[in-house]
């Protein structure tokens, strides 16, 4: 039985590897999201004057322009805009740490489809607390987590993938 969607959002994929923006795709609308892949930062910028997105998910390491720069391009233009940054190549301790990471969360590749889900939520929530962005409460590592299940059902009823 499949669970019902509580709340579907709009979401662009940035990430040049095909099979990462498919593997995205497949995950975000099998919960339901609307969702947009493109394959590289300067091809996002020209479709973000364009469509509005209620979540950006970029990866870190991309040909051309890197994550890190696309995202706080796009905070210079649009300060409340929610970003999740994905890499693989990188933790949050070495990119976060340097302070410079214009990004909402940052999500280490591999990931559990619950911890995407959680990504999602945690920015989102955190987002409607203060939409006309600014100060926001700052993202710790691990502070999002409710703690350890041992039982291996989420509490939400959803499975990993």
């Not at 019902?4 to 990462?20: A, C, G, R």
């Not at 740490?97 to 929530?125: H, Q």
Request: hydrophobic share 35%.
């Amino acid at each position: 039985m499949m669970k019902e969607v509580k709340q579907s959002f709009k979401i662009l994929v940035v990430d040049d590897d095909p099979s990462v923006s498919s593997m995205f795709r497949s995950l975000l609308e099998f919960d339901g999201h609307d969702v947009q892949t493109i394959g590289s930062a300067e091809a996002a910028l020209p479709l973000l004057e364009q469509t509005h997105f209620d979540l950006i998910i970029t990866d870190y390491l991309m040909q051309g322009m890197m994550g890190d720069e696309f995202a706080a391009l796009v905070k210079e233009r649009w300060p409340d805009q929610p970003i999740i940054m994905a890499s693989g190549s990188y933790s949050n301790s070495t990119v976060v740490g340097k302070g410079a990471l214009c990004v909402d969360y940052f999500l280490s590749k591999p990931f559990l489809m619950g911890e995407l889900r959680d990504a999602i939520t945690w920015v989102l929530t955190h987002h409607s607390d203060n939409p006309q962005g600014g100060p926001r409460t700052p993202w710790i590592p691990g502070s999002h987590m409710t703690g350890t299940d041992t039982t291996g059902q989420r509490p939400d009823d959803y499975s990993d993938l």
